[in-house]
């Protein structure tokens, strides 16, 4: 009997160190970016001729910032470009949001040219300019009610009105990305404010278009996009055309979610926005 037993214990260890040597697995984790608090963040110089503000709404604050033309004439009236920035840019240091666009409007030589009021508002990080699916393939339905940061872009607007020198024929709105349905969905909601508008890689409710048909509309998209599929400006645009809109589209070859950055930089932008007038 003990001799049966040894031989058991042989066989086992023999049949042990025969099997193959399972895997070592090493857990993965996901890619994270990690921005820093907004709190750490410096403005950079060349921005620091927006003031900051805070608009208190009926439904929520909202910090923005503002850029004033350099000189103010009196009797003059002046344009005035709303930028609705993306998912990345949220918060609320009232910093982020001038990342993309900021540049832009503060270039001394494009102050010059076009002297301008120019409001970047700052959604908060767990809100949406619009609270749909940014990844869905196919138009949205606009959502009977405004979100909340939304909402306050829409009482923030008419106070700026009443406040300072603004030519109620020259009122623009640009987004990207998240702010790019933002755009969609603003003008949507209030055609007779906009004189021209400039949705970047975002999405609409198709069935707006008649509504919006009348505003001049440059839309850009990015063809590799895989964020916002091209489809979602592509198929806008192509309602827009069907009822006799205004509509510009750049759709850029090999360009992923950032078309923003050609966008933004294209020379031909602000001169023909600041031409479009109500």
């Not at 749909?132 to 979100?147: D, F, I, K, M």
């Not at 940061?149 to 700026?160: Q, R």
């Amino acid at each position: 009997m003990k001799k049966l037993s040894i031989l058991a214990v042989v066989l086992l260890l023999h049949f042990a160190n025969s099997l193959p040597a399972v895997p070592t697995v090493t857990p993965v984790t996901p890619h994270v970016t990690v921005r820093p608090p907004e709190s750490s963040l410096t403005l950079p110089k060349e921005l620091c001729v927006f003031d900051a503000k805070t608009f208190t709404g009926t439904r929520c604050t909202l910090p923005y910032r503002i850029l004033s033309p350099v000189e103010m004439k009196p009797g003059t009236l002046y344009p005035l470009v709303i930028f609705l920035h993306g998912a990345g840019q949220r918060g609320e240091g009232n910093i982020r949001q001038l990342s993309n666009g900021g540049a832009l409007f503060a270039d001394p030589m494009n102050r010059a040219a076009f002297p301008t009021f120019a409001v970047f508002p700052q959604c908060p990080e767990d809100k949406r300019w619009v609270e749909v699916n940014w990844g869905a393939p196919t138009s949205h339905q606009q959502p009977a009610e405004p979100s909340d940061p939304m909402s306050n872009v829409l009482e923030l607007i008419p106070t700026l009105m009443k406040s300072l020198p603004i030519d109620p024929k020259r009122v623009y709105v640009i987004g990207l990305s998240m702010g790019g349905f933002g755009t969609w969905d603003l003008i949507a909601r209030k055609p007779e404010w906009f004189a021209a508008a400039v949705p970047i890689c975002g999405g609409a409710d198709d069935s707006t278009a008649p509504r919006i048909a009348s505003i001049p509309t440059w839309v850009f998209h990015g063809d590799k996009d895989t964020t916002v599929k091209p489809g979602r400006s592509r198929s806008m645009v192509e309602a827009l055309r069907q009822v006799g809109g205004k509509v510009k589209y750049s759709e850029l070859p090999g360009v992923n979610h950032s078309s923003w950055l050609q966008a933004l930089s294209n020379p031909d932008l602000l001169p023909w926005l600041f031409a479009q007038k109500r």
